[in-house]
Each structure stands twice: as C-alpha cells, then as structure tokens.
C-alpha cells in the first residue's frame, strides 16, 4: 500500500507541472566554533535541472554534497496540494575565526535561473580540547559533533515540537506541544529561545513550572521526556506554515570516560556539559475557510452557543437599555467580534462593551464573551426587533453553522417629554449615507414595441402639417381682410348716400308741405338735417347735439355763417314742432334754406 | 402510447403557447424575470425582441440593465448606448451608462470640448428629433399668428413688438428644424461602436503584420472613421486613432 503511494506520489509529481514560486533557500548556522562540523543546505521546492554550488573558501567540506529529496501530496475537498523538498547538503567545518560570506548558489529550476541567499557565518573560536574530549566522550553513535545539534532521534538527548494536528483550517486551535527528549541527566536549562510562531496568534497554556520526565520509548531506546511549555496556536493565515525551531542550551551531566562498562557508574567522575539543541522546523498546512460563508459569519472557528437578551423589556424614552450579547464554547473566542445587530431607527447606539472570561487549556481556548451594547430609545413605541445572528465554522463537522437568538423585542414609553424629542430629531438630521451603488431599475411602463424610428421632420406628415397652418393662415387672412373692408364700406356708403338720404327726406317734407301739416313737415326737415349730418360725419344721431354738431362742423372746416344758419334752422323747427300753427310762407322759406344749406355744406364735406 | 398521447399533446401545447406569444407579452415576461432575479433569462428575452428588429428606448435599457446584472459589461454599456442614442435626456440611461462605464479598464481623458459646443450638444439633446420637429411647427404657428396681428394692428406699439417677435419665431423655427434634422442624423449615421474583444491592439494600419500603437479593452467606446475589408479605423475619445479588425467592436 505504501509502496503504491509512493508511485502515485511519484507519477502525480512528474505529471504536474510546477505551478507554484520556486523557493530556494540555503540555510546554516549563524555561528559556528573554529573547527566545529557544521551542515549547510540547500533547499528547493522543486526540482532543479542543474546546481551549481559557490565556493566554499575558509571552510572545508569534509562531505557532500548528498542530495535527498522529499515531496508529498494532498487531497482535501478535491483540492490536491502538493509540497517537494530538494536539497544538497554540504558538512563543513570552519577553518579560521572570522566573519565569512558564503556567495550565493544558482541553480536551474525549470529553464530559470534562480539564486539562493548569501550566507553568513560567524566562525567564533572553540576550545579544541573540549570538542576533542567530547568527541571522545560521545562515542561512536555520533556521527559528528557539532555545537547546534538536529534534533534526530539518534542522539541523547533533543527537542521537538509536537502538534496535535499537522492539517488545520484557518483559526481551528492546535496545541503545540515543546518537549526535551534524553537519555541522559539534565541539570538545568539555558538560553531558551522560543519560536516565534510568526502566522499564529499563541497563547501559552498553563504548565507547572518544574518539568516532569515521563520514561517513554522511542525506536527501541529509552528516553525520558519532559513538557518544556505548551501553546495554543490559532492560524491567522492560510497556506503552508513553517513553525521555526525551538533552541536551547542544556546543561547535560555525563561521565567522562567511556561509559560502556556498569562500573564506570561506580568510578567515572560526572562532568557538566553545555549542549545547544534544536528542534526541527515544522510545518503546519493552513487551510483556507470553504467557500459559502453566511453574511454574519466574522470568522469564529470552533464550536459556540449564543444568547442574547435585552436587560429589560419596558423602558421609558430616554431610558439606556442594555443588550447583552453572550457567545460562549471553544475555538479562537479570544478573535470573536462582535455579532452584527442594527438597532432601528430612533435608539441612539453607543460603543459595544466587551469582556470575556476565556480559560485556554489543552482542549483549546474554552469560556464566553460578553458584547454589552448600550442603546437609547429616543420615541416610544414597541419594537420588534429580530434577532442577533453569530456564525462560525465547525471544523468537526467540516460546516458553517448559523445560531440565531430568541426574537428580542422591546416597549419603549413615553417620559412626558416627547415634546423635546421633536427637538432633538431635528437636532439629529444627517446627510443620506449611501451604503451601495447600483444600477437604476428597469422601465417597467407600458411602451408599444417599435420597429424603427420614424422621423417627423423628414415626413410628408411634417410637411403636410406645414401646409394645413399655411392655409389656415390664408384663410384667417382673407376673412379678416373682407370683415374690415366690410366695416368700412358702411360708414362710406352713408357718407356717400347722405345727401340722397336727406333728399329723400325734404322731398316728403315738401309733401307735408304742401298738405299744410306743420308739425310733420318739421320733424321731417329735423331728420333731413341731423340724418344728413350724422351720416356725413359718420356720428350716430344719439351722440349728435347742437355743440358737438358745430364744433364738428367747424372742424371739418365748414365756414361760421353756415353753422349758424344749420343752428337756427334746427331751433326754429324744434320750436315750430310744438307751436300751435305755423304761416305757410314762412314754412317754404325754411324749406328753401335748408335745401340751400345741404348743398352748401355738401360743398365742404364733400370730400 | 400514453406516452405518444402526452407527448403530442405536450407538442401542441407549447405550440399552442408560441403562437399566442406576442411582443408584449415578451416584455411583460422579461419585467418579470428581471425581478424575479432570473437575469439570464430575462436578457435572452430582450434580446430576442432586439433581434427581431424592435428598438425602443426602454427595450435597449433594459436589456442593458439584464446584462449588467450578468456582469457582462460591454454587452449593457451597448445596449445603454443605443438607448442613449434614441433618448438622449433620460437621466436614468444616462446614470447606468455612467455607472457601467465605471467597470471598464480604460480611462480615457477625453480632449476637452469646447464650451459653446457642450452647450450646443445638452440644449441640441433636450429633445429628440420628434420632438424638435413638433417644436418647429409649434413655433410656424405662434409665428403666423404673430404675422396676421402684424398685418391687422393700427397701433404702431403692436406692429413693432410682433414684427421683432416675428423675426425671434423666424429663428426659433430655423433652429428647432436644425436641432432636428441633426438629432435624426445622430441616430441614422451610427459611426460609434464598442469594443467586445477583452484586449485589443490597435495596429498602425489594416493589417495583421503592421505596428502596434495601443491597446484598448472591452467595454471602450470608439468612432469608425474609415473601413477598408475587415478592419476598421477608429478614434478614441482622446484623439488617437488606428485600426483594429471590424469584428472585435459592435456598432452602437
């Protein structure tokens, strides 16, 4: 079965191309003693088609370079990841004290070249005599001796870092767990260094301070292992994640002088030895949340329960109510934000308070966080206010789950002062804040499909239309014209018929005349006159009287006499209409002089 | 055989359905697709209209808005523009095209135009062509009303003031027909198109093998200027030209 992994492994590596950054990296201790064996690698990601090493001046390779090669591939949700190592391994002792660069290496990965980082060391000088007497001491089991020793498993003593799990989603809790691994006495610890976590948020888990040795097995030999410290990591990032190295000098007590023999128990002086130990880096893969968050997922990982509730269910306008929010479980609690709640219109929101009690312990970070969110109602009535929603992603059972709280609701009543309240919505006014942008909506009107656009200007509709007004305007044209010579004529006609008119007239006067009817022989040379004047100067009879009648006529230019004649004519009729009876001759001479007098004035008004 | 009864009666069924499919009722189909969310089909409605020959302002719009939803971008900023193009005042077009514009690569500064003509063009696309003819006969016949008070009027105040207005209405009529027959010609002389092509590299001149000058992206507007075969000449807004194949734009 491992056999057919292996060849999978190897088909898939040779199949796929390499589609990630090559990295290339070499690494070595920064400081090494004079004399000191020391490893220096170079590592790849991807296999290089050629390796070209610098040279290695003030130092000696008393090996390689031997090359190993590692990769593996993973399958998670269909999505297969792969990692390779390469690398070349140098052992190098250093050969003068000093401050050295080693140059760096090229190499040929996939028809590029790439380059590795410059490295360097600082070569310190090293008491020879203890490094030859602890080569003596050490025996053959150790292939080579070197201050900053891996921790491989075939020495006595080393360190390792453990996690609970290798493959984690973003933000899942790990336990990291540091242990001291010996065969041999250790009487204290120095220089502890840590590792960084960097792409972690750590948080120590509470160990007892004396470290306890529990005798374990390990490939067949005994080793008693001791819990330095514990940590609990949560991934800030996804991806492949290099826990870098856990260092530390122990002092290790070991017999001096060979120690195959029982006795030497008995005779062999114990002697305290510093020894710097490493562990290996390690790598954690990150993987990415899946896709398909809810909305009010804020990135909590771990299994929670929630509760919310307001600390009262009536208030008063003006009154600060408080929501408690409680999410409670295990998982990254500590990055828990605050569930998303909008209050409704009319509460003044203030910042959201928030405390936690959160013990971590081997099983993860356990214990609840409280979000306090004061609000003030600022007009009464009863809210609904729907509930608070908290996601998370349950890394057990590979899902996001959404939690949902009892609806909240709220009465608000009124304090009496809701007068103010006017006050202060007008107070409150604030510009419209827009929270999105899109397009506007569709036309949804009625409108008649259309096939093309028809173009009134270039119509016959146009143009006929045009033409319609043009007629039009002919027609009011003419109408117009024929109505205002029509007016005009009338007043002409009767200018031009006036003496006919007043001929007319006299001629029937004369005929009263002659039947000696006074009265209505005057009346009738009255009309004569005033129709004759009214006509000729186009002046109704009802607006004629005898000043306006003689100024008219002096105007039109009628000499004095003969206005004064037209007067006492008029007078004497007037008078002779009323007048018991008139003398006959006298009737004909006021017939003869009005005759004369039309045509007299017939002669001015003519024209 | 059941299955051959329900089959054929399915068969008539949708055959039944299509022939009682009419333009509006597309259109109402459509609305209610495009509400539902469902903007896929609702594009494909419209734009079966569109294929069919109709072209109305609101059917361009909202064909373009479906699209936009889709996040095909050149495909609704076509569509705006050719709504844009029949109904040059309405601000709803004019707010999508400016908004869908916003997701395009390109951002061309356009050589500045001169004031009066910017003028010109915003008073020119207040109304649609129809529009400034039904001006123009308005105006004929505020003017020949002004003529005929001209002509009958003694008093000398009124025969000034409407002879002046007379010659006012003269150049109201002149102008509206103008502003017409232009906004006809802006729709009937189609010289704009938009670049569908993801990239395109503008060349120096028609052909495969000449220089490249620029490159331009799908959503772009240009001017055809010239077209020899199966390339065109285009201008950009910023004054450059070249030529590009004819099949990597759409003409508006």
Known sequence: MKKFIAILTLITVSILAIAQDVVFVATAPSVVAEGEQFRLVFEFNSKPKSFNPP????????????TSSSSSIQIVNGQVTQTHQFSYTYILEASKEGKFTINSAKAEVNGKEYESN??????????????????????????????????????DVFVDINFDKTTVYRGEPILATISIYTRQNISGFEDIKFPSFTGFWSQEVETP????????????????????????LFPQRSGNITVDPFELVVLVQERSGKAQSIFDDFFG????????????????????????????FTGAVGNYNLEASFDKVKVKTNEAVNLKVRVAGSGNIRLVDAPKFTFPAGFEVFDTKVSDRINTTEQGAT???????VAIPRGPGDFDMGVVEFSYFNPIQNKYITLKSKPLSLTVEPDGTEASNVQMVGFGREDIRFIGKDIRFIKTDKYVPQKRVNFLISS??????????????????????????????????????????????????????????????????LRALWGYISDKLSIPVASLSSDSARDTLLERGVINNDVEEFLRIVSICEYARYAPKGEQSQMANLYDSSIELISKLEAVLKN | MKRIIIVIFALTFTVSLQASVTPDSVLQRANYEYIEGNFEEAAALYQSMVDSGYNNTELHFNLGNAYFKQNKIPQAILNYERAHLLDASDEDIEFNLEYARTFTVDRIEAVPVFFLTKWYRSLRSMLTSNGWAWASIAFVAILLVTGLLFWFSYRPWVKRTTFSLGILFILCIVLTSVFSLQEKGRIIHRDKAIVFQSVVTVKSSPGASSKDIFIIHAGTKVSITKAIGEWVE???????????????????
């Open chain 1, 55 to 66: 040279s290695f001046d003030n130092f000696y390779i008393l090996a390689g370079p031997s």
């Open chain 1, 118 to 155: 410059p490295i360097t060391i600082e070569v310190v000088k090293g008491s020879s005599n203890q490094y030859s007497a602890q080569k003596q001491k050490q025996g053959p089991n150790q292939g080579y001796d070197q201050k900053v020793e891996s921790s491989d498993k075939s020495s």
């Open chain 1, 209 to 232: 301070s004396d470290v306890h040795f529990q005798r374990m097995n390990i490939d067949g030999r005994i080793y008693n292992k001791g819990v330095l410290k514990k940590y609990m």
């Open chain 1, 269 to 296: 002086a114990y002697q305290t030895t510093k020894r710097r130990l490493a562990s290996k880096a390690k790598a954690i893969k990150v993987k990415d949340l899946p896709l398909g968050a809810p909305a009010s």
């Open chain 1, 367 to 373: 214990g609840s966080k409280t979000f306090e969110i």
């Open chain 1, 460 to 525: 016959n509709k146009y143009k006929f239309i045009i033409v319609i007004l043009l007629a039009l305007f002919a027609v009011a044209f003419w109408w117009i014209q024929r109505r205002r010579l029509f007016m005009g004529n009338i007043a002409l006609v009767r200018t031009r018929k006036a003496k006919k008119v007043s001929k007319q007239r006299l001629r029937m006067a004369l005929q009263f005349l002659k039947s000696n009817n006074a009265e209505q022989f005057h009346e009738e040379l």
């Open chain 2, 234 to 252: 285009v201008r950009i807004d910023d004054g450059n030209k070249g030529w590009i194949p004819s099949e990597s734009v759409e003409l508006i």
